[in-house]
């Protein structure tokens, strides 16, 4: 599934809190929604579901303005997010699965398996209020994914989980990408955008401030820096200049345009020799860090 | 909206509802309390006595008209010397003087004090020997005669028919105690069927997957279904305690013969309970959607049903006089028309081409206030922790 946002805007009385965004999610991608606390990452999402109004703009998926049908498989969970607690674990897995479309036997067998499958078996036919934090989350999640949604969409998804839960969300989301599936991610972890999105973009003040993969977002917001060790002379090439050299430890400043491959290839080609090869790049970390660092200093001045 | 949606809502509601002892707590209250009550009048009907115990008295008659035998009968005799006295000192219990013309003056009473209640005996008795006295001096088929009101038939026509009079009330009366059994069992489930899932963080789980509106319809429908489980639990378990309690009990005073069926007043009653729970249900609706939790709610949802139930506290006006003013604020406003319009029509008392437009306009009232609750929902459901305010329902375009 495609999302296209363009020209959203979004505003709350006074407060402009989207303004003029535009990007796509292409099918099959895991595209990471980043930004700073109230920079408008959920509201994009709400308002993608046709949860809010935009104010102005487009918001699509799969080429048309959302609406909750069966037929359209998104998944969706929320930051704010809890289930009906009086209730057993097995029946309200069963009613969200039969809502996105599964016959009730279906619904009632993929709730099984999915228990099963995180531990819950046991506790099918208990209370959601009786299970732990952690417990109520796996539930959380599996109703979520129920229905192989086409389009999965997990706001700040790890927030609270043990590392078990956390491997469990990793493994999931793993699976929808293996499937085919469009995850967008809102997260405030770095470590996972690098380690899971194809690409990103970064809300700033409800605007973009790096959108792109999340290489051409780190190679835009820090020098980007190899490290390499070269039994042979470095070979002139275009693609890069020489920064330093130490004996074998050589220090490449490569072109905006050039890829890592492409540097490896002109080193090999060009007789260096190379014998290690390792790219140094700002972590997203640092580009968050410098993003809204320089959004502070903006505001301070 | 698709009906699959509607009937998934419905089924959960309603089998995850059922499985809750409050459901049967609330279904059960009203049959056990009426059990209660047949178990202690069948109970006071057997300690009662069975006639008031003789009062020890003495009288003297002015006016002449006493009869000494009547007196003798209910425990009586002229008095002795010093009788009030004797009253005031506890040697007698009461001591009667009739006057010379009881027409003018009463009859003087000095008795033991027995109670506020129980003081009003002493009268009832100087009534009785007067009235036992005077019998005593007619024929028997004329003091019967005097003693007996003769029976009346009334044939009261309407529009060339034979009106069914109290007979014919009993059915849309019971419609009118319905409505009042509705919104007392189901008034919170109505109010918690869209808190629900503000409170418990569901709702945008769930409309990601589900139009508002088909929750919406999916709730109340399960709401109507659950309504007619209760009543249907009401009226088995009343059945069986009329079939236990029935043949013990005396129920001749209540007047009431064979039920006659109005058509006409029976299915206005029918439409005018319909279009009334479906506005108030809608009411309730819209005020859970609009605040963010049960405890937000509860204020405006105990308004809604103190005012709904208001014609109860003018009831007497309703039923003596439904052309007073009040009756008819009280029959054309939203909110007190069910219940005010259910009573006329009971009466009789109701156009039934009034009754006609009241409930149609219920039912479009209801209809419409649905629409802006789904909308109320719909906007309200992510502003988890504050009220919805009216200027958030209009769309915003600077």
Redesign the interface.
């Known amino acids: 599934m495609r999302v296209d946002v363009s020209n959203f805007r979004m505003?709350?009385?006074d407060r402009v809190v989207i303004d003029e965004l535009t990007f796509a999610v292409e099918p099959g991608e895991t595209f990471g929604l980043l930004g700073s606390n109230g920079s408008g990452k959920t509201t994009t999402l709400?308002a993608l579901?046709g949860?809010?109004?935009p104010?102005?703009g487009r918001l699509l998926v799969d080429g048309a303005v959302f609406?909750?049908?069966?037929t359209v498989r998104?998944?969706?969970?929320?930051e704010?997010?809890?289930?009906?607690?009086?209730?057993t674990v097995l029946?309200v897995m069963t009613?969200?699965a039969?809502?996105?479309g599964l016959r009730r036997k279906e619904a009632r067998s993929w709730s099984e398996a999915y228990l099963d499958r995180v531990g819950l078996a046991d506790r099918a036919r208990i209370r959601l209020d009786k299970l732990s934090g952690g417990q109520q989350q796996k539930v959380?999640l599996g109703?979520?994914i129920v229905g192989d949604p086409g389009l999965l969409i997990l706001d700040e998804p790890a927030k609270g989980l043990d590392p078990v839960n956390r491997q469990l969300l990793m493994d999931v989301i793993a699976e929808r990408k293996a499937d085919g599936a469009t995850v967008i991610l809102v997260t405030h972890n770095m470590d996972e955008v690098e380690r899971l999105c194809d690409r990103a973009l970064l809300l700033r003040d409800g605007r973009a401030a790096a959108y792109g993969t999340v290489q051409e977002i780190q190679d835009a917001h820090g020098s980007r820096m190899i490290s390499v060790r070269l039994l042979g002379e470095p070979p002139v090439s275009p693609l890069y200049t020489v920064a330093s050299r130490h004996g074998e430890l050589v220090r490449l400043t490569p072109t905006a345009d050039a890829t890592d491959e492409e540097i490896l290839a002109a080193l090999v080609t060009g007789g260096g020799r190379p014998v290690g090869f390792e790219p140094n790049r700002v972590s997203m970390d640092q580009v968050f860090v410098r993003i809204y660092g320089v959004a502070d200093e903006e505001a301070r001045a | 909206m698709s009906a699959a949606h509607v009937r998934i809502v419905t089924r959960f509601e309603v089998s995850r509802t059922i499985r809750r002892p409050q459901f049967w707590v609330a279904a059960l209250l009203l049959p056990a309390l009426l059990a209660a009550m047949v178990i202690v009048m069948t109970w006071a009907g057997t300690i009662a006595p069975t006639a008031a115990d003789p009062i020890d008295f003495e009288y003297s008659d002015d006016s002449g008209l006493i009869h000494e035998g009547a007196a003798t009968d209910m425990g009586g005799r002229p008095a002795g010397p010093d009788a009030e006295q004797r009253v005031k000192d506890g040697q007698l219990i009461a001591y009667l003087h009739f006057p010379a013309d009881p027409t003018t003056e009463p009859v003087a009473i000095h008795a033991v004090d027995r109670g506020l209640f129980d003081n009003a005996d002493y009268s009832v008795l100087a009534r009785a020997l007067f009235a036992a006295s005077i019998e005593s001096t007619l024929d028997p088929r004329t003091a019967d005669l005097v003693r007996a009101v003769p029976a009346t038939t009334i044939h009261a026509y309407a529009d060339g028919h034979r009106a069914g009079g109290l007979d014919a009330m009993i059915l849309p009366a019971l419609l009118a105690v319905l409505l009042l059994l509705i919104v007392s069992l189901l008034g919170n489930q109505m109010l918690n069927s869209t808190v629900e899932e503000k409170e418990n963080r569901i709702s945008e789980m769930i409309l990601v997957s589900l139009p508002a509106r088909a929750l919406i319809h999916g709730k109340i429908l399960a709401l109507a279904v659950l309504g007619l489980v209760q009543i249907g639990i009401v009226v088995l378990s009343g059945a069986i305690i009329y079939a236990i309690a029935a043949p013990g009990m005396d129920l001749e005073f209540l007047g009431i013969g064979d039920i006659v069926v109005d058509p006409v007043r029976v299915a206005l009653a029918i439409a005018l309970l319909f279009g009334g729970l479906l506005t108030l249900t809608a009411l309730l609706v819209l005020i859970g959607a609009a605040m963010p939790s049960t405890k937000d709610a509860a204020p405006f949802y105990s308004t809604v049903v103190i005012v709904m139930i208001a014609p109860l506290y003018f009831i007497t006006t309703v039923l003596m006089d439904p052309t007073n003013p009040v009756v008819t604020v009280l029959t054309y406003f939203p909110v007190t028309a069910p219940m005010t319009s259910l009573l006329l029509n009971a009466t009789g008392a109701l156009n039934p081409m009034a009754g006609a437009g009241i409930a149609i306009g219920l039912l479009v009232i209801g209809a419409l206030v649905l629409r802006v609750a789904v909308a109320t929902f719909q906007h309200g459901v992510i502003q988890y922790d504050q009220r919805l305010r009216i200027k958030d329902l209009i769309p915003h375009r600077p």
């Open positions: 505003v709350f009385g709400r579901l949860m809010q109004q104010t102005g609406r909750p049908d069966a998104v998944g969706y969970l929320p704010e997010r809890g289930l009906y607690r009086k209730d029946d009613y969200f039969e809502i996105k959380q109703v979520a």
